[in-house]
T-cell receptor
Framework: SAVISQKPSRDICQRGTSLTIQCQVD?????MFWYRQQPGQSLTLIAT?????????ESGFVIDKFPISRPNLTFSTLTVSNMSPEDSSIYLC??????????FGPGTRLTVL | QKEVEQNSGPLSVPEGAIASLNCTYS??????FFWYRQYSGKSPELIMS????GDKEDGRFTAQLNKASQYVSLLIRDSQPSDSATYLC??????????????FGKGTHLIIQP
């Protein structure tokens, strides 16, 4: 399976600021996704990162808050904008090689003060 | 609203026994089913996928799917302490092109007792 890396691995940010998380895959994948895992919770899909076009967001997530880019088949970014303590979470990138199976990056642990 | 339900546990199983993890899902359009293992502080790791009714075996793991009952399970034979983790059930709806993300259950915390 593809190896996925994320940067930064963790960060502590101040309220009202923005953080951009990078996701790099070591081979081309058909699809890339962004998920959030809040403390003690399971994963929630934020959006599908579409190459060269606007991301597809799930209910409850909007582009102004979570802008996503995917300039090519191996790289994507997620920005968490105008952060509040409620945004403290682990943000995970996944890649899908075959039609169905998704593999996850190590995650970015974000704490907002 | 798609929902995936799992018993949160903890489920405690003696070493060497069979661990049985269960999952139900609400969306009859779901076509693909996955089990992920997540160790504390780590990201989810795919351990099994199943797409058709019946059983699928891979080493000590067996996934079972019953679409009529909207039920999927994971059996772990000869449980080892290293199997202690949270097991996440995930489902995917078929919409053509594979562009759907996964809907996850809240996970079952499994403890294998030495």
């Amino acid at each position: 399976s593809a190896v996925i890396s994320q940067k930064p691995s963790r960060d502590i940010c101040q309220r009202g600021t923005s953080l951009t998380i990078q996701c790099q895959v070591d081979s081309q994948v058909t699809m890339m996704f962004w998920y959030r895992q809040q403390p003690g919770q399971s994963l929630t899909l934020i959006a599908t990162a579409n190459q060269g076009s606007e991301a597809t967001y799930e209910s409850g997530f909007v582009i102004d808050k979570f802008p996503i880019s995917r300039p090519n088949l191996t790289f994507s970014t997620l920005t968490v904008s105008n952060m509040s303590p409620e945004d403290s979470s682990i943000y995970l990138c996944s890649g899908q090689e075959s039609y169905n199976e998704q593999f996850f990056g190590p995650g970015t642990r974000l704490t907002v003060l | 609203q798609k929902e995936v339900e799992q018993n949160s546990g903890p489920l405690s199983v003696p070493e060497g026994a069979i661990a049985s993890l269960n999952c139900t899902y609400s969306d009859r359009g779901s076509q693909s089913f996955f089990w992920y293992r997540q160790y504390s502080g780590k990201s989810p790791e795919l351990i099994m996928s199943i797409y058709s009714n019946g059983d699928k075996e891979d080493g000590r793991f067996t996934a079972q799917l019953n679409k009529a009952s909207q039920y999927v399970s994971l059996l772990i034979r000869d449980s080892q302490p290293s199997d202690s983790a949270t097991y996440l059930c995930a489902v995917k709806e078929y919409s053509g092109g594979g562009a759907d993300g996964l809907t996850f259950g809240k996970g079952t915390h499994l403890i294998i007792q030495p």
